[in-house]
Every structure is written in C-alpha cells, then in structure tokens.
C-alpha cells in the first residue's frame, strides 16, 4: 500500500513538473505567428513582398547571433532560469504591438520574438532532459513538439479571428492574437518559476570557435547548410502560402490565411508519423520519401491557379518537411558523439537560414511574382535531394 502511493505520489509530481515545460513548449512555438502577422502588417502598411518578408527574416537572424551564447549562460544559472528569460523577452515582444503596428514597431517586437525564441530553442529541449531520460526522452521531445505546433495552427485563426469578430478587441484587430499569447507566456513564466527541477552539474561552456571549426568537416557543414534549407523552406511556405491563393485565387488575406494552418496541420500530422515509421524504415529511405513530397509540392505551387490542388501543394510541403530537421540533426549528432554539445549549437545557428530565405523569396516575388519566391524554395528542395544521397549509416 506505501509503495502504490509513492507511485501516485511520483506521478503527481511528475505531472506537476512535465506540464510547465510542455506549456513552454507551447511558447516556443509563437515564433510561427510571424509569417501571419507579416501578411496583415504588409496590408495595413502597403508593404512590398521584399519589405514584409524582413519580418520573418529579422525573427531567425537572432538565432546566428544568441545560440552559442545561450549554451554558455545556462552552464552558469542553470537551464530552467535561462528558460525563464527566454519566456520573458517573448512576452515582452509580444505586448510591444499594443501600443500599434508601425513598421518601427513591428521590428522591434519582430527582433525580441526572434531573441526570445533563439534562446528558449537552445535551452528548453536540455531542460527535458532533467525530467526524462532513456527511451522515453524522444518521444516526449516529440510530444513537445506536436504541442509546439498547436500554437503554430493557432496563430492564423486567432489572427483572423481579430480581424472580421465583432466581438471586442479594444481596436486591436488581428493583433489580438499577440495579446492572447502574451497572457500564455506570462502564464508559463509563473508556472515554470513555481516548479521545482533538479539539474544536473552543467556542461563545460561550449565556444564560438569549436562551433565553427565543426563546419571544417564535409559531412558536418552538408548537415548545417541542410538545417538552413529545411528552417528557409519552412519560414518560406508559412510566409508565401496565403500570398500564392491571393494572387491564384483571389481570396482575401483572412480567408488566404488558413493556407498557414493547413501547412501547420500537415506539419504536425507527419512529425507523429515520423516518430513511428522511422523505427521500421531507414532514415535515408524515409528521408528521400519527404524530400520528393516537397518537390511534388513545389511542382503544384508552381503551375496551379485553382484552390484545392494549392491545397494540396501545400499539405505536401507540409508533411514532407516535418521531419527533416530531427533526421538531419540526428545525423550530425551520431557523426561526432564526442562533440554534441558543439554540434548541438551549430545546428541551432543553422535556423539562421530563416533569415537568408525569406530575404531571397521577397526579392524574387517582387520581380516575378510568387513564382520566384517558389523557386527559391524549390533550389532547398534539390539541395536537399543531394543531402539524401549523403546521408550516413553511422
């Protein structure tokens, strides 16, 4: 009998602990509302493609600039406190809207998003680490994720849903959906300071200069540059997406939007088929199987102007992207076991490629139309196609 309650007193602890985190995990993913928000502050603002998309490009800047440090500062204050600041700077960008939607504005909410969420990618999936251990760790990770993606599909309802309710939003209109997560991330702040977590002695700092010498080897910078494409190709279709059914189709933006949380549906579907298939199918086979969806995907984007097969297109995209970055992550962890943390935060520095994409994408849409911001996607996708044939069995 002491024993069975000791059992239901560790779960309930457990339960205690495990629920902040994955609230957090919730957090992590406001970082996706950048391409909805994008859209309506391109309208609201009469921005051109190349103007709108530095939004999402300064988001993913910050993850070239905070990874590395961010290893360093949780070894001196611990994992969850380096969580808690990473919780607090995206609250605070997220409050920053309500006082309008300047362009000025706007970047700077934009820039502290994208801070707190290099910082909060670099220090979160550790912190699980102190709760979970063995075989369970992956699919809890996993689950976090899936979690994470909830907020992605969120944003462009809730984004909608601002813009056309009739009911009150204080004059705020789509940018109610930035209130809505901010009252979520000060609601993770009070529940994670509030929960205790033993952490282990931290890791020796990891340096800039290890992280960088990494890239001297082949294998290592083919797996970074495909962190960077993977990240670029998935800022680039939550951006894009509606931008293609508006200009094929005709839509408005709040209706368009929902091509966003269609691409997040998708996303989320196929990182749960992943964590299962990927036990019975080689990560090469599995690998190459995602990447000709995308290009399948990019196929449609490119020649269709009806709303299903864009749909469709879209979806593909989705679901072949959704596990690329664990398979490329994993490859490059097994490749060096003796350097992980280094090549943990070389990777991270890889979302950097949110930046670079979006960039090129706005360039190229304002010249020929989102056809061009599709091609640069789709020069990822072949780049991604060659990393298929480089994948290692290590």
Not at 10 to 27: D, E, G, H, T, Y
Not at 28 to 47: E, I, P
Not at 57 to 82: A, E
Request: hydrophobic share 55%; net charge positive.
């Amino acid at each position: 009998m002491a024993m069975t309650q000791t059992l239901v007193n560790n779960r309930k602890s457990f339960l205690l602990q495990i629920i902040p985190v994955m609230l957090c995990f919730f957090a992590m993913g406001f970082v996706d509302l950048v391409g909805t928000a994008s859209n309506y502050v391109q309208k609201d603002l009469s921005l051109t493609d190349s103007q709108a998309n530095l939004f999402p490009s300064l988001v993913f800047f910050w993850f070239l600039i905070f990874s590395v440090p961010t290893g360093m500062l949780m070894n001196k204050i611990g994992r969850k406190r380096t969580v808690l600041i990473s919780l607090i700077v995206t609250a605070a960008s997220l409050f920053i809207p309500v006082f309008g939607d300047s362009y000025a504005v706007m970047l700077i909410s934009f820039s502290l998003l994208g801070i707190g969420n290099a910082i909060m990618q670099t220090s979160l999936n550790p912190l699980v680490t102190n709760l979970i251990s063995g075989d369970k760790l992956a699919s809890t990770l996993t689950f976090g994720q899936f979690v994470k993606a909830i907020a992605s599909f969120l944003a462009p309802i809730l984004a909608a849903w601002g813009a056309t309710t009739v009911f009150p939003t204080f004059g705020l209109g789509w940018r109610a959906l930035f209130v809505i997560y901010a009252v979520v991330s000060f609601l993770s702040i009070s529940l994670l300071a509030a929960t205790p977590i033993d952490e282990e002695k931290p890791d020796r700092a990891t340096g800039v200069v290890e992280c960088l010498r990494l890239l001297g080897r082949p294998f290592i910078f083919l797996c970074f540059l495909g962190i960077m494409c993977h990240v670029g190709i998935d800022v680039g279709t939550n951006t894009t997406a509606p931008k293609i059914i508006m200009e094929r189709v005709g839509l408005p933006l709040e209706e368009a939007s929902f091509a966003t949380g269609l691409y997040f549906i998708f996303r989320t579907i196929g990182c749960f088929t992943g964590a299962f298939v990927l036990r019975m199918v080689s990560s090469r086979l599995f690998f190459s199987i995602s990447v000709a969806m995308m290009l399948g995907g990019m196929a449609i984007l490119f020649v269709c102007h009806e709303l299903m097969p864009l749909y469709v297109g879209i979806g593909l995209i989705g679901f072949g992207n959704s596990n690329i970055f664990s398979i490329v992550f994993s490859q490059a962890l097994m490749y060096t076991p003796n350097e992980r943390n280094e090549v943990s935060g070389l990777m991270i520095m890889g979302l950097f490629g949110g930046t670079i994409f979006p960039l090129a994408m706005g360039y190229a849409a304002d010249a020929v139309g989102q056809a061009g911001a599709v091609a640069v996607m789709t020069a990822g996708v072949v780049y991604l196609i060659y990393y298929a044939l480089k994948i290692k069995k290590v």
